[in-house]
């Protein structure tokens, strides 16, 4: 009889089908919670608008009355699936009700609409975002590598760091790096973060709408690969209080105006439109997140916009390399690692480009 594993790593491509799966993935009622659910398809499919419209209960996920529960979903973008492999595919969803009028919670709709706006195209926006996490015991939701209901050395060896005693969990984020160039997402680099158990990758650059789209495909991938190794992701800007680091999605962003020569000049007024909407942004920039911009750790102060060349106590921060050129991009520092990149992204874009204070 074959083994449990074998089955589950069967490839398709190598029988006698052109079936597949697709895995649907939607964002639930919370905003925050993922997804998803899967069907056979006749072949492969490259193109999210060949794939059929699907439905699912909405009364179940706190997007939809008992009495009328069905939402849509339309499909968006498709990567591959490094857990079933072959041709076998993920899809990102929005949802609409049945009448097609987004669902309150379809922040992807809204994206999409300033993304498609000619001034923002012309501009050709290009996002970069440092999503970080903590990974957590399953049974204590401690996390991992700490000792139950105690704590590891004070902070300092952990950030980028080497060595059983520093880095936790370091077999789930290098999965999860393969995991996510094997499905095609624009991911750059990972990396051991201040806290130990918390941990950070970055995707991009990504242009536009693609963004949001590949950060909730990474995190799909990373809460399916902490799935299998029993080990629980969390997302929460403080998930520890006191003098521990919060876990953020710093957010790079640069303009083809920017990019250019001469750019340096339209990064400033970009970073005074933020200030004069700071408040707006800081609403948009996840829940929770007034635990972590305290001003310490790395971190400015909720209640005041800031900036500053290579400052990451600033609320937007400018690299050196930006200054020195004259042109490149800057780090909006204050979205936490819940937010929604979707939301984030398209606000952005929304503020420094089509805004006319």
């Excluded at 629980?232 to 957010?251: Q, R």
Aim: aromatic share 10%; charged share 25%.
């Amino acid at each position: 009889m074959s083994l449990l594993s074998d089955l589950i790593n069967l490839n398709l491509s190598e029988t006698c089908t052109d079936k597949i799966i697709a895995e649907y993935i939607w964002i639930g009622g919370s905003g925050l919670d993922i997804r998803s659910k899967a069907r056979t398809l006749t072949g492969p499919v490259n193109d999210p608008s060949k794939l059929p419209k699907w439905n699912y209960d909405g009364s179940s996920t706190g997007q939809a009355p008992g009495e009328d529960s069905e939402v849509i979903l339309y499909p968006q973008a498709i990567f591959k699936d490094p857990f079933r492999r072959g041709n076998n595919i993920l899809v990102i969803c929005d949802a609409y009700t049945p009448a097609g009028e987004p669902i309150p919670t379809n922040k992807r709709h809204n994206a999409a609409k300033i993304f498609n706006q000619p001034e923002v195209i012309a501009e050709e926006p290009w996002y970069g975002i440092e999503q970080e996490y903590t990974l957590l015991q399953k049974d204590t939701n401690w996390p991992l590598g700490w000792p139950i209901g105690g704590y590891p050395g004070p902070q300092g060896p952990y950030y980028c760091g080497i060595g059983a005693d520093k880095a936790y969990g370091r077999e789930i984020v290098d999965a999860h790096y393969k995991a996510c160039i094997y499905a095609g997402i624009n991911i750059s680099g990972i990396n051991g973060e201040v806290m130990p158990g918390q941990w950070e990758f970055q995707v991009g650059p990504s242009v536009g709408i693609s963004a949001g789209d590949e950060i909730w495909a990474a995190r799909y991938i990373l809460e399916r690969i902490t799935e299998i190794a029993g080990v629980v992701v969390s997302f929460d800007p403080k998930p520890i209080p006191g003098d521990w680091n919060g876990a953020g999605a710093h957010t790079n962003y640069s303009t083809k105006s920017m990019r250019n020569d001469g750019g340096y000049k339209i990064i400033e007024k970009a970073i005074e439109k933020l200030g004069l909407k700071h408040k707006e942004h800081i609403a948009a920039y996840g829940e929770g997140n007034e635990r972590r911009l305290t001003g310490k750790h790395e971190t400015a102060s909720i209640e005041k916009f800031s900036w500053g060349v290579a400052n990451r106590g600033a609320s937007v921060r400018v690299g050196r390399d930006t200054e020195k050129e004259g042109k490149g991009y800057f780090e909006d520092r204050r979205p936490a690692s819940n937010m929604d990149p979707y939301v984030v992204t398209s606000l952005i874009a929304e503020t420094t480009i089509l805004w006319k204070p």
